[in-house]
């Protein structure tokens, strides 16, 4: 079968022909192997019908992406894009957005008559811990007319997540898998010692290693159990035999012949300082002579673009020109661009990034370099889960360009023992299955009971995920109660007798199992029951479900919901001229990178512990647990938001701000998520004339110069 001129793999032409006779499909390949090809036929074969198609995907810069990929496929009369950002052509009949903005419509109950298709992008941030609710509630809510094609390289329960989506649907829904990469991967481990070798190669230059350094190996492990065993910062532990690792190591271990490659870093800070670290000892550029003039003259352009001054300096100039890049996403939104543009062309040889860069984007290169295998969660350090580290490392390998994909660890050879269990679970390509995270958000609820009835919510949230899997671990320990019965009854047992003392212990399990059976079957729609319950309780309805002051704001709410709506109740916004609400609005939708000095503190202090004392309130803190999300409020916020909405330039705040590192990005997207949450206002204010109309004048004003970038 050929698309396009391509000649189909196998894999590609299954998902097509289950397409074809009406099935969605469930597409695991992995990355680089053409899973989109599947995504860009449905595409075609829906407009072509005279149908509507919808792409999501669970970032924004992958919407921006795919939105620029389909104007050139399709023509830009054909495509629109939908985000918190941006709305280009929203009536086009191929429409790119993110996941949330897709659910949002649905529970919203806009009425989509001629959508046909649904492409969903990375299908397993179902399993996101933040957001993975999204994605089931998309998957609940669409028409069950609408196919779905769902793309995921990191799917391991394709056969479970199939069958649960096939119940949802009430059609069925195909597996198609592909195992076999186009470029397989290689895998090494660099260290100051030994070089890069792979893991055969370096266990037995460790054994070498280990026996010449004996007595200073057992040393360090003495000191190491006094200090509890921990492991080091980045480069492991601190009372070291071996020397540490660094990326310089690296880079003299892989140029030139295993370049371009993507150095993962786990902090923002070291994918800049790493980057100048690199350019600092080069001896000249990396690029050829003709490339490096293509740089420079892409530069020169660059910087005749209005807004480029704030985002490119001298030392990144020439970081650039020297074929060398770091990437982030708080980095400035034209940088951004500019950097992906530059490694699109292949004019950036070493790339350090975060592992925001993997996902989804289409940037192959040599060989991908991991800095460790650690990165914290938000709560703590956590090992690097499997589906993370093959997302990243499935960069390596260039289709067409290389034979086989390098994956480089950068490690201290003291760390080989503690890292080799690790990186041997990586290789076996054991990948942690897709979980439900599905826990119905407070604006969720109040839409879902203006809008249905409650045996309809009742069917929705069961058609969940996470209900479907407790009724199959319900029948698992339904079946599990008869067994123990059975044995117990065969001794002599019955459930009116006494107990024999032999059988006691059974009788206790059986007791627990029956119990868990008993409570899996209402356990889904009692955690829906148990946020209605809250929301009586603190007076946004009544018992009869009617909608007080709170329901009806919490309506139109999505960001912090019940703190945002307790402030919106005390009636703190309407005290607030628009350039301070603004600045109020990013203090509740992010937070200033640590260690930001913050100008004009005092001036706002007042009114940011007011808003901290509702943030404190004790129905905030109870939905916070109810929901497992911790809201957000940071008052050094204020002033930069009210200088954007004053009409500062990027560049003035900048020069306001002193980090640690570039923050740029950071501040647009704190105005862009501060400029969805105005617009959450400007529904709740929609009985009010004069505020939404001030408001409206407040979006319209933000809306402006690198907030309007589509990056």
């Not at 109660?481 to 059974?506: I, M, N, Q």
Request: some cysteine; charged content about 30%; glycine content about 8%.
């Amino acid at each position: 079968m050929q698309y396009r001129g391509l000649q189909l793999d196998p894999f590609q032409t299954q998902a097509i022909e289950a397409l074809t006779v009406g099935d969605s499909v469930l597409v695991a390949a992995p990355t680089g192997t053409g899973k989109t090809v599947v995504a860009d036929w449905m595409v075609e074969e829906t407009l072509a019908a005279g149908h509507e198609v919808i792409y999501t995907a669970p970032i924004k810069a992958l919407s921006n992406q795919k939105f620029r990929d389909y104007c050139k496929l399709l023509g830009e009369d054909k495509v629109g894009l939908v985000t918190g950002d941006l709305v280009i052509r929203r009536d086009a009949p191929c429409r790119v957005m993110t996941t949330e903005i897709l659910r949002n419509m649905l529970l919203g109950g806009e009425d989509m008559p001629h959508l046909r298709a649904v492409i969903i992008d990375e299908i397993h941030f179902l399993d996101d811990e933040d957001r993975g609710t999204v994605w089931e509630e998309v998957l609940i809510y669409l028409h069950q007319r609408v196919q779905i094609v769902g793309l995921s390289a990191t799917l391991s329960n394709l056969e479970e997540f199939s069958e649960w989506l096939s119940h949802v649907r009430q059609r069925p829904v195909r597996v198609v898998e592909e195992r076999k990469r186009a470029v397989p991967l290689s895998f090494a481990i660099t260290t100051r010692e030994g070089g890069t070798l792979s893991p055969p190669e370096m266990d037995r230059f460790y054994e070498r290693w280990a026996q010449r350094n004996a007595a200073a190996l057992k040393k360090s492990r003495s000191s190491s159990r006094r200090r509890g065993g921990r492991r080091g910062g980045r480069h492991g532990r601190n009372d070291k035999v071996g020397a540490s690792t660094n990326h310089i190591d690296v880079f003299d271990s892989l140029w030139p012949d295993l370049v371009p490659y993507l150095f993962f870093v786990f902090s923002r800070r070291d994918t800049e300082s790493l980057a100048r670290g690199l350019v600092r000892v080069l001896d000249g550029p990396l690029l050829k002579k003709e490339e490096y003039e293509e740089v420079k003259v892409r530069l020169d352009e660059f910087r005749r673009e209005p807004g480029a001054e704030a985002a490119l300096d001298d030392e990144i100039a020439k970081m650039l020109r020297s074929g060398v890049a770091f990437h982030h996403a708080g980095l400035h939104v034209m940088l951004k661009a500019l950097i992906e543009e530059l490694y699109e062309r292949r004019l950036v040889r070493v790339l350090y990034c975060t592992g925001t860069f993997a996902l989804g984007l289409n940037m192959p290169a040599r060989t991908a370099v991991f800095d460790g295998l650690m990165r914290y969660n938000g709560k703590e350090m956590i090992n690097l889960p499997g589906r993370e580290f093959m997302q990243m490392a499935g960069r390596a390998g260039r289709r067409g360009m290389d034979d086989d994909g390098l994956v480089v660890l950068r490690l201290d050879i003291d760390d080989w023992p503690d890292i080799r269990p690790q990186l041997r679970h990586y290789l076996k390509g054991t990948l942690e299955p897709v979980r439900s995270r599905f826990s119905l958000s407070f604006n969720s609820v109040v839409n879902l009971l203006e809008r249905h009835t409650e045996d309809r919510i009742r069917q929705l949230v069961e058609r969940s995920f996470l209900a479907w899997f407790r009724a199959r671990k319900q029948a698992a320990d339904e079946v599990r109660v008869e067994e123990l019965r059975e044995k117990l009854e065969s001794h002599g047992w019955t459930p009116d007798g006494a107990t024999p003392k032999a059988l006691k212990h059974d009788v206790k399990r059986l007791k627990r199992v029956e119990k868990r059976a008993e409570e899996a079957g209402e356990q889904t729609w009692n955690e829906f029951q148990e946020k209605v319950l809250f929301l009586q309780r603190w007076g946004y309805i009544d018992e009869d479900d009617n909608f007080n002051a709170g329901a009806i704001a919490l309506r139109h709410i999505q960001i912090s919901e019940i703190f945002v709506t307790e402030v919106f109740l005390e009636g703190v916004f309407d005290e607030l001229d628009m350039p301070t609400l603004f600045g109020v609005f990013c203090g509740m939708c992010a937070t200033l990178p640590r260690g930001t000095q913050t100008p004009e503190a005092s001036k706002w202090r007042g009114l940011s512990r007011r808003i901290e004392a509702i943030r404190q309130s004790e129905i905030v803190l109870e939905s916070e647990k109810l929901t497992n999300t911790e809201v957000t409020w940071d008052g050094g916020m204020i002033a930069f938001g009210r200088w954007w909405a004053e009409g500062q330039t990027l560049p003035a705040l900048m020069e306001q701000m002193h980090s640690n590192s570039d923050a740029s990005g950071d501040l647009v997207g704190a105005f862009r998520r501060a400029k969805d949450l105005a617009s959450q206002l400007r529904s709740a204010w929609a009985e009010m004339p004069e505020k939404a109309r001030q408001l409206d004048a407040l979006i319209r004003g933000v809306t402006r110069d690198e907030v309007e970038v589509v990056d």
